[in-house]
């Protein structure tokens, strides 16, 4: 047990953890070099670069002529999935705080580095990418100083494209960062911080064991959600599965038992005995729950049943994903999605599309909503067009994130513009360095929601880093506008917006609708409504649109090709009434200026 090091890196998106983490698997000979970045294995991670699922790989390192066991915990690198973080956090006695040397301390690093200390971890800063010729690692070393109050003398420089600093890094590690504190004697409690799914081998919980030890064969218990199991197999990660007659104290390995869906094991769960169970469970569990939702529906009204067993594949291995049947009088049968956030949406809409070639239409985001009624009575609401009459409804209160972002002096302006715009409050702002800036704001998730990313990024010029935690649900003076096509209205476009926005945005959604959907053989009447009221009107002037008019009656193949291609871009529409909405439309929202 001395000789275990359980750690894990925290850094701001693209400062170099895989990279590193790469690095370190070289030099201990965990593995061989590679041309791929080893601990991304999805993927759709590797396309987009970022960690989405948290793993972890064993090495082995000989140090003072002592052998020691080191576990890397990877981390997922985004905001969506801060809970999982924080449990791998939790199953770790030291971090690295990776900052790259030519951005400087940003948003997340932050807010991993907060999860890190409340977890009382050893903190190992590390300054990367030196060897890039904007490096500021002067700079960079002043915030970091300010930011953990270290000795300079702490920080190590290095370069995880070179691998210098990487021997330094590990002798740290396995220095300064402490053994786990573990009691053999006591009985096993094991901490859930992440699982794998295989389609050979079913559900693979990795875990850490913070007291006893569990062994092959053993029966145990979930004891969140009480069920039991054989553990069938017991074992290490390195770069495969290695499995082991036991898992010690203070270890971090795998535990395969049969299980079949991910909704079954919980990330933060404690795993015991069944015949010597652990008095308490270990703290910090919470029960994920999704915070975004939006309809997701079958362009072609056959592939209800498809969609659904796609859905249902996908729950096997991301247990965050929810899904209910739902119908809208506009888009037909599908259902109502719940996701951890933006990116875990985009994701889960891409492998919809990749993995299962599902064509389907996605709704505008929404967040859940709590609905309090005259009578005192509370509804969780994840559906605009689900709320009840308004005349039923006493207030309705919506979730707040407390947001970090850091950028330049000069974006402050813009930026708290944009954040009061989003019905923001300023909590506080303080320098980081010389001339960039720590602001921190309250906002309604909601807003986050439609496209404060894109905005900020764009004010910013790409020089402000943003992270948030929810925070609390507060009420607020939120109106249900409706969009109605020829008289009726469309549920799917339906959005909660706060009062003092609904009529600008009504006028707004109109424009773009104009301009989104194409003239027909008809003139199609677009409005906005709060409850009876029509706030705002457009109208798409009709049009005989004859493709062949085109083709001077020549080119038979040339017409056929024309025509194809119609049906292609008819296939991206749905019928509403006797209006083709494109799909374009029903996100139409997201992208009002
Ligand atoms: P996420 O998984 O998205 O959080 O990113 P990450 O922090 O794992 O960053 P990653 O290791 O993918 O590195 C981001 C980019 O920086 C890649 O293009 C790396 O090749 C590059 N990079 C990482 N470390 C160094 C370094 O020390 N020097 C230089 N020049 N480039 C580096």
Do not use: W
């Not at 898992?247 to 094991?265: H, P, W």
């Not at 330049?408 to 923001?424: A, E, H, S, V």
């Not at 320098?431 to 910013?460: A, C, Q, T």
């Amino acid at each position: 047990m001395e000789n275990i090091r359980n750690f894990c890196i925290i850094a701001h998106i693209d400062h170099g953890k895989s990279t590193l983490a790469d690095r370190m698997l070289e030099y201990t000979k965990t593995i061989k070099i590679t041309e791929n970045q080893m601990l991304d294995n999805m993927d759709l991670e590797r396309e987009r670069g970022i960690t989405i699922k948290s793993h972890a790989i064993q090495m082995e390192y000989e140090y003072d002529r002592k052998k020691y066991m080191l576990n890397l915990i990877d981390t997922p690198g985004h905001v969506d999935f801060s809970y999982e973080v924080s449990r791998s956090i939790a199953a770790c006695e030291g971090a690295l705080l990776v900052v790259d040397a030519t951005q400087g301390v940003q948003a997340q690093t932050i807010s991993n580095l907060y999860m890190a200390i409340e977890q009382d971890l050893e903190i190992i800063p590390v300054i990367n990418k030196i060897d890039m010729p904007n490096a500021m690692p002067d700079e960079v070393e002043d915030e970091i100083v300010d930011l953990i109050g270290c000795d300079p003398e702490d920080i190590i420089r290095a370069s995880a494209k070179t691998g210098e600093g990487v021997p330094e890094i590990l002798e740290a590690v396995v220095k300064r960062i402490p053994a786990p504190k573990c009691d053999p004697a006591k009985p096993l409690q094991a901490l859930i911080f992440d699982s794998i799914f295989n389609s050979f081998r079913g559900i693979i919980v990795l875990c850490k064991v913070e007291n006893g030890s569990i062994k092959r064969g053993d029966k145990v218990k979930f004891v969140q959600t009480d069920m039991e199991y054989t553990a069938d197999e017991v074992g290490v990660l390195k770069l495969d599965l290695e499995p082991r007659n036991e898992l010690g104290c203070g270890e971090v390995g795998y535990v395969i038992s049969g299980i079949k869906v991910a909704t079954e094991v919980k990330v933060g769960d404690t795993i015991t005995h069944v015949d010597a169970p652990c008095e308490k469970a270990i703290s910090g569990f919470e029960e994920v729950k999704p915070m975004v939702f939006a309809g997701v529906y079958p362009i072609d009204p056959n592939d209800y049943e498809n969609l659904r067993a796609s859905l249902e594949k996908l729950q096997l291995n991301d247990a965050s994903l929810t899904f209910q049947p739902e119908s809208s009088q506009a888009l037909g049968f599908g259902f109502r999605c719940g996701f951890l956030g933006l990116l875990h949406m985009e994701i889960v809409q891409e492998r919809l599309d990749r993995e299962f070639n599902m064509d389907v239409i996605t709704t505008v985001p929404n967040v859940s909503y709590m609905v309090y009624d005259k009578q005192g009575g509370c509804k969780e609401v994840h559906n605009p067009s689900g709320l009840p009459e308004s005349t039923l409804i006493d207030h309705i209160e919506e979730p707040y994130i407390r947001a970090t972002i850091i950028t330049g002096t000069n974006f402050i302006g813009p930026i708290m513009r944009l954040c009061l715009d989003k019905r923001g409050e300023l909590l506080s702002q303080q320098y980081v360095s010389g001339n960039r800036v720590e602001l921190h704001f309250m906002i309604p998730l909601g807003e986050i929601v439609i496209d404060f990313y894109d905005k900020l990024k764009s004010i910013s010029k790409g020089y402000a880093s943003f992270d948030y935690h929810i925070d609390s649900y507060r009420p607020s003076k939120l109106a249900k506008l409706d969009i109605l096509l020829n008289s009726e209205p469309v549920d799917a476009l339906s959005t909660l917006t706060h009062e003092s926005n609904a009529v600008t945005m009504g006028r707004r959604m109109c424009e773009k609708l104009k301009e989104l959907i194409p003239r027909q053989q008809f003139d199609i009447a677009i409005q906005a409504a709060i409850g009876a009221k029509i706030i705002a009107r457009e109208t798409v002037k009709q049009v005989r649109k004859d493709v062949l008019a085109k083709c001077y009656g020549g080119d038979v193949s040339r017409k056929r090709k024309l025509l194809e291609k119609q049906k292609k871009g008819k296939k991206r529409m749905k019928q509403i009434g006797n209006v083709q909405v494109p799909q374009k439309a029903f996100l139409a929202v997201l992208k009002l200026d």
